[in-house]
């Protein structure tokens, strides 16, 4: 399995994304500020993957601490929690993951705990975080790779594979469990512009995987549905609001649309706590600006005229009615997904279907 990411002694190793597929390089980030610009750079990119990174750099600020006491150490928690919550607006898994250490900060400092035990139980939290995604991601592809056919050809956009997670993926997960199970798939990936993630990312992974994937230019979906190409479409998600609204790489949004005309599955994989159901819509959901070299720009030649303006949001909403299933780590949610969601969230990680089986 690719490691995406992992905690070393001298700091937070990560492979470079931005590098891919040319040269496979791992970089170690030696303080919470370096892993900061990393998620901000793209160094590492994926909403479970910053979710992950985030944990870690908390981990990390605290373990490097100069504070003399446990106010000091509070202050300094802070200010590291901030840096990090302001890297990337849109993955709710960040905030997710901070919100999980600020809990855990606070239990151990309200009971005065010594700072080796606070450090050393923020870094015991943070590989906690990332051996939880992985399980996740492994449980999201048996409830989804159900859904996918038997044989076909399954459309994906940007990357939710293994280098968007902690190991396996989400909407790469489910296609590498129905692989597993037998299954002859063929992906076809978008390449993702601005960023190219499908064409640099999905396909390396896929490749390294022995997966059948064919790189299309992202304006030639529409065409390979109309002649009857593809059989199913699946994404990931940066954040999913209460109704099913679904925010993911831009470009998603027209590939949900085409597929409704076709008459095509559009399915979403994504863990649990991809989902915001503190907000009842897209409408809610803050979208990326991102730099306009990545538009005006491509392997540092420019493309378009100097001086020319250019728009670039991360990411697009696309609203419930044309997703299909929602694929979560607790089971799959279908229409209305207002109370499937709902549901979900009641369950809680215990009501999943497998759990009786675990236990």
Same mark, same amino acid.
């Given at each position: 399995?690719? *490691? ?14 931005? *590098? ?75 905030? #997710?993951?901070? /919100? ?19 450090? +050393? ?12 995604? =992985? ?47 037998? *299954? ?19 396909? #390396? /992974?896929? #490749? ?51 597929? *409704?005309?076709?008459? =095509? ?10 989902? +915001? ?16 070299? /990545? ?46 969601? +709902? ?17």
């Amino acid at each position: 399995m690719i *490691k995406t990411i992992e905690w070393t002694d001298e700091g937070v190793k990560m492979i470079d994304q931005r *590098k891919l597929p040319t040269v496979e390089e791992y970089p170690v980030f030696k303080t919470y500020e370096e892993v900061a610009e990393a998620i901000r750079s793209m160094v590492i990119r994926g909403a479970p993957a910053i979710g992950v990174a985030a944990a870690m750099g908390v981990a990390l600020g605290v373990r490097d601490s100069k504070a003399k006491n446990l106010e000091g150490l509070r202050s300094d928690f802070e200010q590291i929690t901030k840096v990090l919550a302001s890297t990337r607006p849109t993955a709710v898994n960040l905030f #997710w993951a901070i /919100e999980r250490m600020k809990r855990l900060f606070k239990e151990l400092a309200d009971d005065d705990a010594d700072r080796r035990t606070i450090a +050393d139980q923020l870094i015991q939290e943070a590989l906690a975080i990332q051996t939880e995604d =992985i399980e996740n991601n492994k449980r999201m592809g048996r409830f989804g790779q159900q859904l996918l056919p038997d044989s076909g050809t399954v459309l994906t956009h940007c990357n939710a594979g293994a280098l968007a997670t902690a190991g396996y993926g989400t909407a790469l997960g489910v296609i590498r469990a129905a692989v597993e199970s037998g *299954k002859h798939l063929r992906v076809v990936a978008d390449e993702t512009r601005p960023f190219l993630q499908g064409a640099r990312l999905t396909a #390396w /992974e896929l #490749w390294k995987d022995d997966i059948d994937v064919r790189v299309i230019a992202d304006n030639m979906a529409g065409t390979f549905m109309h002649q009857g190409l593809i059989d199913a479409v699946i994404v990931g998600a940066d954040r999913i609001a209460a109704n099913g609204d679904v925010a993911n790489k831009i470009g998603t949004y027209p590939l949900a649309v085409l597929a *409704k005309q076709h008459d =095509i599955p559009f399915y979403v994989a994504a863990p649990f706590s991809t989902l +915001d159901l503190k907000i009842p819509d897209g409408s809610h959901i803050p979208i990326e600006q991102r730099d306009a070299k /990545e538009v005006t720009h491509i392997g540092g030649v420019r493309i378009v005229p100097d001086g020319v303006s250019v728009f670039n949001p991360a990411f697009d909403v696309t609203p419930n009615e044309f997703v299909t299933a929602i694929i979560t780590d607790r089971g799959v949610a279908l229409p209305p997904y207002l109370q499937s969601l +709902d549901r979900l969230r009641v369950a809680g990680p215990a009501g999943r279907p497998d759990a009786k089986k675990d236990s």
